[in-house]
């Protein structure tokens, strides 16, 4: 199985601030790795798809980068409404998914 | 516009059955790969089980594999989640999501709370 790891597990930001997240895979996934929003009571959103595609509606302050086994998100100028958990999920091993243990962005 | 809306959860005792079910509407079903994905009460995303467009595939975690059965009715436009022999570590809240692509899971639904527990 693919295992992914993110981190931080959670950190505190102020709005404005520039926020990265880190998901690193077992083993290399080439770029089959999307990126989820989810906030409280709510299911999970897309929000990056193969790596470094914005979904359809995300705002271009939020994207993705990496290759093989280490992938970032990245918010710039982080808004009141992207206070969430992220998740990372990797494609790669068809059709057995798998997700990172999430990272929670709050207010610092 | 793309609606997901899961039913069938509830409470059930440990070793019990329950059958969820995800009905899909505002876009063409047999086009799409599907999935089931729980969330433990405060804790992460896990997969489940998915189907692909015609039912013929299935795959599952290994933790689900000999007890759940994913299954699907295109001409219904509903998804299915057969789940047996229920354990306390299946407590979750079940999402169902469209799955583009596939393994860009699109679209999901509002969830539905499954409680095992005696």
């Known amino acids: 199985d693919i295992q992914m790891t993110q981190s931080p597990s959670s950190l505190s930001a102020s709005a404005g601030d520039r926020v990265t997240i880190i998901c690193r895979a077992s083993?290399?996934?080439?770029?089959?790795l999307n990126w989820y929003q989810q906030k409280p009571g709510k299911a999970p959103k897309l929000l990056i798809y193969?790596?470094?595609n914005l979904q359809i509606g995300v705002p271009l302050r939020f994207s993705g980068s990496g290759f093989g086994t280490d992938f970032t998100l990245t918010i710039n100028s982080l808004q009141r409404e992207d206070f969430a958990t992220y998740y990372c999920q990797q494609n790669y091993r068809t059709p057995l998914w798998t997700f990172g243990q999430g990272t929670k962005v709050d207010m610092k | 516009e793309v609606q997901l809306v899961e039913s069938g959860g509830g409470w059930v005792q440990p070793g019990g059955s329950l059958r969820l079910s995800c009905a899909a509407s505002?876009?063409?079903?047999?086009?799409?790969?599907m999935d089931w994905v729980r969330q433990t009460p405060g804790k992460g995303l896990e997969w489940v089980a998915n189907?692909?467009?015609?039912?013929?595939?299935?795959s599952y975690v290994d933790s689900v594999k000999g007890r759940f059965t994913i299954s699907r009715d295109n001409t219904k436009n509903s998804l299915y989640l057969q789940m047996d022999s229920l354990r306390a570590e299946d407590t979750a809240v079940y999402y169902c999501a469209r799955d583009c692509c596939p393994g860009d899971l699109d679209h999901w639904g509002q969830g539905t709370l499954v409680t095992v527990s005696s």
């Open positions: 505002g876009f063409t079903l047999s086009d799409y790969w």
């Open positions: 083993q290399s996934i080439s770029t089959y």
């Open positions: 193969g790596g470094s």
């Open positions: 189907v692909n467009q015609d039912g013929s595939e299935e």
